[in-house]
């Protein structure tokens, strides 16, 4: 799929999850520092599984997927796909 900065084919049957980094600021911005979290896929849907949220989100498709990758990444975040070539 091609979202506004990069092509994320999130269809291609290999991507097992995404890593992101996003930066964070925390007591009034005094505390700078950066949040990993994932977005795995589980069944087929891809989950968001950040520990600051109280439980796991679904995305409804990945046109949702994308939307949030550019939104990490316009606000100096980084993505990473983790696939597996030796899925099937």
Not at 12 to 40: C, E, F, Q, T
Not at 59 to 72: A, H, P, R, Y
Request: aromatic share 10%.
């Amino acid at each position: 799929m091609k979202t506004g900065h990069q092509v994320f084919d999130l269809d291609d049957g290999l991507l097992m999850g995404i890593v992101v980094n996003v930066p964070v600021k925390r007591y009034a911005g005094l505390w700078k520092s950066r949040h990993w979290n994932a977005v795995k896929k589980i069944d087929g849907v891809l989950y968001n599984l950040d520990s600051d949220l109280q439980a796991p989100q679904c995305f409804k498709d990945c046109g949702e997927v994308g939307e949030f990758l550019d939104f990490i990444i316009s606000h100096d975040g980084q993505v990473l796909l983790v696939k597996n070539e030796n899925r099937q």
